[in-house]
């Protein structure tokens, strides 16, 4: 989530789009240098982010364009379920500009 944050903050500092592929296994922020999407050079958003511990996304895959507009996109804010190996799971919510944990009923 804070990497997340962190990705949005970006394109709002500089204006350039970032971005968010995601997987099972994890995620990453790619950069569009005008001509095409690669590793962000910066090493928090560089290194794609593995989980460990059996957690996962549950779905799936997909990709999210983050830009300076912050549209999170016509289907409206991105959700995102976090399974973890013990069967809990967590649910984090990208609006565009800001991403947060919502609360899960067990």
């Known amino acids: ?5 962190r990705a949005a903050d970006e394109v709002i500092l500089t204006g350039v789009p970032l971005g968010f592929v995601w997987a099972a296994e994890g995620y990453r922020f790619d950069l569009y240098d005008g001509d095409r ?7 928090i958003l560089a290194a794609p982010h593995l989980f460990d511990g059996g ?27 976090l399974l973890s190996g013990a069967g809990a799971s967590e649910l ?11 609360e899960v009923a067990q």
């Open 92 to 102: 984090i919510r990208f609006d565009g500009l800001n991403a947060a944990r919502l």
């Open 37 to 43: 999407w690669q590793a962000h050079d910066l090493p």
């Open 1 to 5: 989530m804070a990497r997340l944050n």
């Open 55 to 81: 957690t996962r996304i549950a779905d799936a895959a997909g990709s999210l364009v983050l830009s300076r507009d912050m549209d999170p996109g016509v289907s409206g804010p991105l959700t995102l379920e």
